[in-house]
């Protein structure tokens, strides 16, 4: 099958990364990661919404621009490629989850108009390998702790995931901040005891996870592509022996091999987010191979830009260590590289 972007969705390509360009320069949005306790822009983010990026993949009576997820996956290969802090991918996926259980349109609408944050709750202490007993629900409550928990401390409300469901928790939250290799990212261990609202059964997530793997691998896309971007004008201009140090074979060999890797991505990550839009019965299957090659391909060619660069490499002032730390965090979340293979197996009827 033969993908390319349609005229309207090349149009969303280049305007978004115009947008993002002006709105976050990479000056300002290390400035946010470095200093900024919330992790975000708040100024960013309500333009983002004026926008309509917050309500991309939203249908339009809930405020959306009623797109599908190729359009979200454009968005977010543009917020990968510039490196982009807050919870733009986070927030994407709770108003994906609220879309899919239904009647949520108020509380779309306030994500969609930037009025309110939501993400999700997931990682409960069994995940973390606690002897504390999971997150449980019961006579309108929950109660327990959540990990990893996305900016958990800037969010109006949170969507908890329980054994017999999935469960809208308003603020406010008592989270303590959990170290993270990204400063552009913030995850949080989050306290519960909460009154909640059940809005659907553990079913929804199996679509979540379609969406998330897709959605992750997006942004992994534009994080490897930009670093590669760089490295390329690099070695074009680092000179050694008389010459631009691109001139070597070896060093050719390399960046032929991480652009095999950046556009055997793309193809991957546009085929799981058509599978999702077109309700194909191997959108999971395609889905958790995207996730799955992008998690690798990324922490490859972040690595070889590094090198690439030599000694300034490894400095701070280089802004390319801010993309290795991105890459590895979404290699990491919204199923790790293990995991994806995993779903893919299975998805593929076949098991390790």
Known sequence: MRFDLSEDQ?????????????????????RVMEHEPAGFDADAWQRFAEMGYLGIHLPAEAGGQGLGV??????????????VPGPYLDVALAAALLDAAGGQQELLSAIAAGAKIVTI????SAYAGTAKAAVEASGGRVRGTKYFVAFAARADELLVTTADGVHRVESPFETEPMPTLDVGQRFARVALDHRAERIGDA??????????????????????SRAFEVTLDYVKTRRAFGKPIGAFQALQHRLADMLLKVESTRSAVYRAAWCIDHA????????????????????AICGESIQMHGG??????????????????????YGSTEAQLERALAAAGLSW
């Open 10 to 30: 090349q149009l969303l390509r280049d305007s978004t990364r115009e947008f993002v360009a002006a709105t976050l320069p990479f000056e300002k949005s290390r």
């Open 70 to 83: 190729v359009e979200l996956a454009i968005v977010l290969e543009e917020m990968g490629r510039a490196c």
């Open 121 to 124: 709750a997931r990682e409960d």
């Open 203 to 224: 079913s929804l997530l199996a679509r979540l996870d379609v969406v998330a793997a897709t959605a992750a691998a997006a942004t992994l896309l534009g994080v490897m």
């Open 280 to 299: 194909e019965a191997d959108a999971p299957l395609a889905a958790a191979s995207a996730k799955a090659y992008a998690g690798d391909a990324s922490r």
């Open 312 to 333: 300034i490499g490894f400095t701070w002032e280089l802004d390319l260590h801010f993309f290795f730390k991105r890459a590895k965090t979404l290699e990491s979340h």
